[in-house]
């Protein structure tokens, strides 16, 4: 069961990737660490934005640097950040994830990674004249939409999140039912057989005299 809705999940991230082309979730092994690459012209707008789903304490290290290995920004074991910039070199940038604090704990890790504005939708920004407005209805249930894409995909991270979280709760619980039942019959048993000596001593005691 647990597997199947980390295989929806990533398989709506992945959807969204070709979609959009910025977002993806990954998972991150124990002691390993991921980095990706985005070539970005200078002066152009872009956001970074991630959240570990599940995972251990869900925290992970975070480095965002430039083409000059300049750190831009990083965080040290968080569940989630957001950081907007706007570079002043063209190049490579890379943002690295890392886990290699946890010895045991794999982590589900979401990225959002934009780079310039949202397009426009075809032919709306093509003339110079002011749009008409069947044109401004159009972009503006183009905004709405993505609007609505980007409330979904982040209601689905937390729902799979509580959903781990419970998952896991259920778990303690039902190994701490099972090991009080298992205590409850040791005890039991063994007070069977501490009465069943202690009649068995008297029995003896009562014969020898």
Same mark, same amino acid.
């Given at each position: 069961? =647990? ?10 991230? #992945?959807?969204?990737? *070709?979609?959009?082309? *910025? ?5 991150? @092994?124990?002691?390993?660490?991921? #980095?990706?690459?985005?070539?970005? =012209? $200078?002066?152009?707008? #872009? %956001? ?8 251990? &304490?869900? /925290? ?12 831009? !920004? ?12 706007? @570079? ?6 890379? *943002? #690295?994830?890392?886990? =290699? ?5 794999? $982590?589900?890790? !979401? ?5 310039? /504005?949202? @397009?426009?939708? @075809? ?8 749009m008409t407005q069947m044109e401004?209805?159009?972009? $503006? ?5 993505? %609007?609505?894409? /980007?409330?979904?995909?982040? &209601? ?11 998952? /896991?709760?259920? =778990? ?10 298992l205590g409850i019959l040791v ?21 020898? !005299?």
């Amino acid at each position: 069961m =647990e597997r199947s809705w980390l295989v929806v999940l990533a398989g709506l991230a #992945c959807w969204l990737a *070709v979609a959009a082309g *910025v977002e993806l979730t990954f998972e991150l @092994p124990d002691n390993a660490k991921e #980095c990706f690459y985005e070539e970005i =012209e $200078k002066g152009t707008a #872009c %956001s970074l934005e991630f959240q570990v789903v599940t995972g251990g &304490h869900y /925290d992970v290290d975070v480095v965002l640097e430039g083409p000059s290995r300049q750190i831009l !920004y990083r965080e040290i074991k968080q569940q989630y950040g957001q950081f907007q910039f706007t @570079p002043d070199h063209t190049g490579t940038y890379q *943002v #690295c994830f890392s886990n =290699e604090f946890s010895t045991f704990s794999h $982590k589900l890790i !979401y990225v959002d990674f934009q780079v310039g /504005d949202e @397009p426009q939708l @075809p032919g709306v920004g093509d003339h110079f004249t002011a749009m008409t407005q069947m044109e401004s209805s159009s972009q $503006k249930i183009h905004e709405d939409l993505n %609007s609505v894409i /980007d409330y979904q995909t982040h &209601h689905r991270l937390r729902e799979a999140q509580s959903r781990k979280r419970a998952e /896991d709760l259920n =778990e303690r619980v039902l190994f701490w039912a099972v090991g009080e039942t298992l205590g409850i019959l040791v005890i039991t048993v063994g007070q069977v057989m501490v009465l069943k000596n202690f009649f068995a001593d008297k029995k003896g005691n009562q014969a020898s !005299y």
